[in-house]
């Protein structure tokens, strides 16, 4: 996000009194009614490294069969054409999507974003 530190978020204090849930809570743990949020105020986690993960399926082979692995060789996967695939951030399945082509790369779409616990 460099150089577009004026991104405005939406500000869910009120919202978030009608749901019958706190305010969003100020340092001194008090709820601030006005306070206009933007991603400068993320700043603090713009570094924070996170490895994400797209998993298309999984394989189960023997050392030998691996080390015979090639250019152009098939592995057969235990998920079939067009099933979801699985995206994860730090080892936690977090969304489901599906595969697309974007110019000549490979991308992912999510479809589906999981819930804590709903795996």
Known sequence: MAGNDDVDLPDLSHDSQEANTPALLDADGA???NVKRSAQ?????FD??????AVLGKSAMEVSQLLKLGKGTIVELDR?????IDIYVNDRLVARGEVVLV???LGVTMT???KAGQS
């Open 41 to 45: 105020d993320l700043e603090a986690v």
């Open 80 to 84: 079939k054409v067009g099933e979801a």
């Open 48 to 53: 924070v490294p996170v490895t994400v993960s």
């Open 103 to 105: 110019e000549d790369r």
């Open 112 to 114: 589906e974003i999981i």
């Open 31 to 33: 709820a601030d009614e």
